[in-house]
């Protein structure tokens, strides 16, 4: 575990590993953090040869059926957007990166209640449906293991 934002620590942190997985959030100054975070992402695991990224994301910028991502749609929380936006940022400099990425969402939402299923499948665009914390770790992990996708987003659900 290393300071997210500080590519040194990054670089520290993931030196002699194959795979970094990166499940952040700063609440109070988004835009700010999440910016600083996958630029020093980039950085340090570029410095420890480190090429592949596997980022937790939100649903909400995952298209729904005609393509348009939840936080374009009618309806979306304006409160929630700044947050979005700040996750959209940091998909833009991976997208402009040369590291193996994948941005893992899920589909919907977290169920809080529901029991982990062991089990997950691929929903990109059905923002109804609902994974556990469980479940999603395992994609995470699973997808970490398997580098299935490559610098693209990919939504779950359980």
Do not use: K
Not at 22 to 51: H, I, Y
């Amino acid at each position: 575990m290393a300071d997210v934002t500080d590519p040194v620590a990054v670089a520290a942190g993931a030196a002699g590993h194959d795979v970094a997985i990166a499940a952040v959030g700063d609440v109070n100054e988004p835009a700010v953090f999440f910016r600083a975070a996958a630029e020093s992402l980039v950085a340090g695991l570029r410095e420890a040869r480190v090429d592949r990224l596997v980022w937790v994301s939100l649903a909400s910028l995952l298209p729904d059926a005609n393509g348009v991502p939840l936080m374009d749609t009618t309806g979306f929380p304006p409160e929630f957007r700044p947050f979005s936006l700040a996750h959209q940022t940091a998909l833009d400099i991976l997208r402009s990166s040369d590291l193996e990425w994948v941005a893992v969402s899920p589909s919907g939402s977290f169920d809080l209640e529901g029991r982990p299923t062991g089990a997950y499948h691929l929903a990109p665009g059905d923002l109804r449906a609902h994974i556990t914390y469980a479940d999603h770790a395992r994609a995470l992990i699973d997808e970490a293991e398997r580098m299935q996708f490559r610098r693209t987003h990919i939504g779950v659900a359980g």
